[in-house]
C-alpha cells in the first residue's frame, strides 16, 4: 500500500533537546511537506521540499532544520531554539506536473510534547 | 484577514441530515480548490478535489466553487456519525502554495 509514515506517533522533548521527526513516503512524489497544526489556527507551512537535495523554508521555519538527501524522506528536526514545540506534525507530499502544484496526501502526525 | 476562512464550529446535525460547510477565500488568483476530512489524532484525508467554478459530485459528497463571490462549500447528504470529524478547505493557484482554513468541527448526533 502507497503512504506516507511519520514516526514516532508520539514524542517528548526535553528542555534544550533537539529531536527529529520521521516522514517517509513511497508514493513516488516528488515534493515533500512540514506542517504544524495548533488547535484553531490550522495548517502552517514550516518547510517544503520540491526536488532532492533542496528544501525552502515556509512561514514558520524559524527554530526548525530539515533536509532531503533521498526522494522518499524528509526529516524535520525540532531545535532547541523552538520555544512552544508543543503540537501535531503533520508530513505531506504530492506530485509536480508542470512545475505546478497539486493536492497533498499526509501522513497521520507526530504529537510532540515538552516534558 | 485570512487568505481561507472558516466557521471553526462545531456543527452539530442529526443522523441523515443534509450537511452544508462552507469557506470564504481572499485571492481571486486561486484556481484549485480541496477539502480535506481529519479525523482525531489522525493526518487530513483528501475527499475533493475541484478547478474553478462548478459542482463536482462523489457518493454523498458535492463541492460547489462560486469564484465570483470566492466561496466555496462541501455538502454531505444522509450524513453518517462516521461523518464526524473536522473538514478543511484549501485553496491555490498554479503559482501560489495550497493555503488551508483552520477546518470546521462537524458532529453527527446519532
Known amino acids: 500500500d502507497g503512504g506516507i509514515t511519520q514516526s514516532p506517533k508520539y514524542l517528548f522533548r526535553k528542555e534544550g533537546q533537539n529531536v527529529t521527526l520521521s516522514c517517509e513516503q513511497n508514493?513516488?512524489?516528488?515534493?515533500m511537506y512540514w506542517y504544524r497544526q495548533d488547535p484553531g489556527q490550522g495548517l502552517r507551512l514550516i518547510y517544503y521540499?520540491?526536488?532532492?537535495?533542496?528544501?525552502q523554508k515556509g512561514d514558520i521555519a524559524e527554530g526548525y532544520s530539515v533536509s532531503r538527501e533521498k526522494k522518499e524522506s524528509f526529516p524535520l528536526t525540532v531545535t532547541s531554539a523552538q520555544k512552544n514545540p508543543t503540537a501535531f506534525y503533520l508530513c505531506?507530499?504530492?506530485?509536480?506536473?508542470?512545475?505546478?502544484?497539486?493536492?497533498?496526501?499526509f501522513g497521520d502526525g507526530t504529537r510532540l510534547s515538552i516534558l | 484577514q485570512k487568505e481561507v476562512e472558516q466557521d471553526p464550529g462545531p456543527l452539530s446535525v442529526p443522523e441523515g441530515a443534509i450537511v452544508s460547510l462552507n469557506c470564504t477565500y481572499s485571492?481571486?488568483?486561486?484556481?484549485?480548490f480541496m477539502w480535506y476530512r481529519q479525523y482525531s489524532r489522525k493526518g487530513p484525508e483528501l475527499l475533493m478535489y475541484?478547478?474553478?467554478?462548478g459542482n463536482k459530485e462523489d457518493g454523498r459528497f458535492t463541492a460547489q466553487v462560486d469564484k465570483s463571490s470566492k466561496y466555496i462549500s462541501l455538502f454531505i447528504r444522509d450524513s453518517q456519525p462516521s461523518d464526524s470529524a473536522t473538514y478543511l478547505c484549501?485553496?491555490?493557484?498554479?503559482?501560489?502554495?495550497?493555503?488551508f482554513g483552520s477546518g470546521t468541527r462537524l458532529s453527527i448526533r446519532p
Open positions: 484549501a485553496g491555490y493557484s498554479s503559482a501560489s502554495k495550497i493555503i
Open positions: 508514493l513516488n512524489h516528488d515534493a
Open positions: 521540499s520540491q526536488i532532492v537535495n533542496d528544501f
Open positions: 485571492n481571486s488568483a486561486f484556481q484549485y
Open positions: 505531506a507530499s504530492s506530485p509536480q506536473r508542470g512545475g505546478s502544484n497539486q493536492p497533498q496526501h
Open positions: 475541484t478547478y474553478s467554478s
